[in-house]
């Protein structure tokens, strides 16, 4: 199960961190990731992240202002925004790949399990 938090509303410009802890063992070959979807919109990748080594993976558009990270010890998955603009406002999704999946990170089809998202309102 993952239960993902600390979305809300934030001012353009502002900073979030967002969570996702799983519950239960993780090892070393799985993987987390983040995607998002606003409303009308389909939903895209943001970041990934492998569980083992803590390689990073970003969606080309997400690079700069996205930050990814893992704390293994809480068995949580973060996701950092900088400089939130209005376009990144969303409900953030996160995802736990247990397959030891060895395609790309980047599509949705490598994760097995789902969070129920949580929502990031950006005034401007």
């Known amino acids: 199960q993952l239960q993902a938090s600390g979305g809300g509303l934030v001012q353009a410009g502002d900073s979030l961190r967002l969570s996702c802890a799983a519950s239960?063992?993780?090892?070393?070959?799985?993987?987390m990731g983040w995607f998002r979807q606003a409303p009308g919109k389909e939903r895209e990748f943001v970041a990934a992240i492998s569980w083992g080594a803590g390689r990073t993976y970003y969606a080309p558009s997400m690079k700069g202002r996205f930050t990814i990270s893992r704390d293994k010890t809480k068995n949580t998955v973060y996701l950092e925004v900088d400089s939130l603009k209005p376009e990144d406002a969303a409900t953030y999704h996160c995802a736990l790949e247990t397959r030891s999946y060895t395609g790309s990170y980047y599509v949705a089809d490598a994760y097995d399990h789902w969070g129920q998202g949580t929502q990031v309102t950006v005034s401007s």
């Open positions: 239960g063992r993780i090892v070393s070959g799985y993987a």
